[in-house]
């Protein structure tokens, strides 16, 4: 698992390794059951907390993402492939969403630029069967 974090960017330390860690799932580098690194090995890595590392995880946790336990550890628990997302989800993603949205159209970029940019990205991703 190849994992880029900027200690200068004013993105906290764990929301960076948790956002690296869901775009390799959306991309498909990441899959279902695909172990991640062990928390201390991480926070060695990086020369960070292991806190910092336990957070990240904890948060993709909470998101359904990753599954934890004490014979496996950390695994990813959810992919592109496993179908939709839990009914919760859908709502708080799409005020995500709004707010981003909001903050490109609050600094002027064009509509279509924005739309450009989604689909930019999003062709990124690896392609899914169930979109919902």
Do not use: H
């Not at 960017?9 to 899959?31: H, K």
């Not at 590392?53 to 592109?80: F, H």
Request: charged share 25%.
């Amino acid at each position: 698992m190849d994992i880029y974090i900027d200690p200068l960017s004013p993105d906290p330390i764990y929301q960076q390794i948790r956002d690296r860690i869901v775009e390799s799932i959306a991309a498909g580098r990441l899959r279902r059951g695909d172990a991640l690194v062990p928390v201390r090995s991480l926070a060695a890595a990086f020369g960070i907390n292991p806190a910092t590392v336990a957070k990240a995880y904890n948060q993709l946790r909470e998101e359904g993402l990753v599954a934890t336990t004490r014979k496996s550890g950390s695994v990813i628990a959810r992919d592109p492939g496993s179908g939709p997302p839990r009914p919760d989800f859908t709502p708080a993603w799409r005020a995500r969403l709004a707010t981003v949205l909001a903050e490109a159209a609050a600094q002027g970029l064009a509509d279509d630029t924005l739309a450009d940019e989604c689909g930019r990205i999003t062709s990124g991703f690896t392609t899914r069967t169930d979109a919902p």
